[in-house]
């Protein structure tokens, strides 16, 4: 790592202190010595090293090893799709499970580097606004580091990540608002506690630069797993959207250091019907989204009405000639039961929503049947047991024998 | 593979055929020319190997490629637990946690094993009694694999394992019995079915003889995570036992590969107070178990009376100078709690036991505080969110500010 760079205007920040945004408002992006790293850094060299994200440490802003916080995020299965793939009219379907992270989502990878780097620079004290997964993987890797982790999460966040957040120590507070509250009440705990000892820092996505340095590693690992070569196309769930940009910078990253030629895959960016800023952007010409009023959708991580990483998600689309596509509630809980009964994959509703959005792009053409597309199941259906609930009802013991085959036995 | 043997009486059985169990109700164990593969299969040929269990298929049954069914299993973390170890006195702790395989247990080992070798066999519906993980982890290979799977299930089972299975597209019966009662039910089907095409196969613990050769790698992962040598001691949450007694196997095997040397650990089968007929055999000093009367635990995998593999679980304690031990149900929802606290490890209750367990045995100086020790966690702590619930209630929107922090915001 050599230094920041804001994603709008380019100012430059030192390393090795403690960054929010730019004045200008832009995320900061993390800038490495590539060429230098080209030459110490062959990817051969990765063979046999640590069996988690980490392997590609080099090319990660961590710079003390005994900083790295690790749960064993990453290194994550590359799996064939062959019967979903052949329902929707896909030869070469494949899903990234990424349900199979510590704390069952991606954020695991974003929050294992973004602690690291409190770590390494003496940060004490986290604070997050979340609808869920995030919060349950700041509260791990924060209990792992031993650090303070404060969390504010709207009062309707699955039952799944509130018990997590808890039974990892956190400081949980249930707002009675929207995730916008939570934020502002971070924000405002920061500003007041700002220069002092106990000083909150906010690790909101983009707001704090390194965990789209974690999220990356989903680029990385995807084109060792596929030998050093890309898909056709990838779709992936995109709330925030930094794991789509995080994947994009990654590619550039070992084009820089001769790992992948230059050919890019489709980006194509997943939304749902009820929250759909990048689609409308995109349909639009836009530079930026537009903040999605009454935003609703069972997928929690696609609630997010004006993502800050919107330019940088429509970006990759645009230069990657992929595109911006939304799903409806029903066909994506209804595509997250099919990928279960037919690969054994239960997805969280964000991941499902790729597998409704392949079917919808086949269907147009716009994807190939030939084509290699990787989708991005970004959590564990796990972390969803009321969505999921609705469509799978128990009957009380005794109740109705036909209904769910409930029996006495003699 | 050479063949099968059985476990009790030594009587042989051939390969490349469906088998339960013995006549003499012994399991059977997987028996493979272990000096032959000792010349053809190098521990060193594994560093480039698939990043799953399957990295040791050639100590496996699985005769074809093609016959695997994977969905990501097993090359679970080892993670250091240094605050935990701080405070119960144990300076070198280690957790395998194996609440990142697909399905968030242990289980999915087994059973992608016995899943592949029905494919491989050409069975075409599975049936399995099961109190949890079990089931959803047959439910997600047998979707994988494209087989028809039967569950049958106590009406108490968690929430968590009824979606999957239900999600996965399993066949699910929810009974107003116990587990005894479930398993007699799919013995009955299985009878019932036999000699025709939609024969029905048994595939519950140790009656089936591959589920235990998939759990055997979690001993070979530890031995290549700890450089191909053994801890001072394993604690193991032993139910039905059979991950011990894969262990205890592989080390066997690994030993006869030239892999290992011959220094075991002590295995310690670590049981919930309120189901122990493991410890009560130990302590007695019998070679089986006697049935345990109203088996009663939070930690559902514990929860077994009478387990099939008693005198393979009890050998391999007293053969390494191990011991077994109960804890509390609540001693292990407090060590559940602590270890997520202080590492960011959410463990199933089972894997929680082993903390709690491990505190003990310092205390008794059964285990030096200098002792290399590993713990297992068997599960994701989120298969048990109606358990630790109960620590974490959560107050409704408006109701008290005081209780966990529940403001509104201005």
Redesign the interface.
Known sequence: MTHLECSLCSRTFEAGRVWNLCECGGPLLVRYDLSRLKKEWPRESL??AV??MWRYAPALPVGQQNSI????EG???L?PAK?TGARIGASDLLIK?EG?????SFKARGLSCAVSMCVELGVKVVAIPSAGNAASAL????????LEAHIFMP?DVP??N???C????A???????LIS?CG??VGERCKATAGTPGAWFDISTLKEPYRIEGKKTMGYELAEQLNWTLPDAILYPAGGGVGMIGMWKAFGEMEALGWIGSKRPKMIAVQAAGCQPIVRAFEEGAEASRFWDGASTVAAGLRVPKPLGDRLTLQAVRESAGCAIAVSDRDLMEA??QL???????AAPEGASCVAAAEQLIRQAFLKSTDKIVLYNTG????Y?EA??V??P?????EADKL??????R
Chains 1, 2 share one sequence.
């Open positions: 063979t046999s069996n988690s916080i690790s749960l064993g290194m994550t299965p799996l019967r499970d199979l992270n510590p704390t069952g509260s791990a890797y924060a209990a792992a580091a031993g009062n039952q799944a509130f018990i997590e808890k039974a990892y120590g400081h949980v507070t249930l707002v009675d608002g509250d502002r009440m997250g039961v279960a009964s037919e690969e054994g994959i239960f564990s259906g796990l972390k047991l999921y609930s469509r799978f128990r009957v009380a013991a005794g769910c085959g409930l029996i006495t036995p």
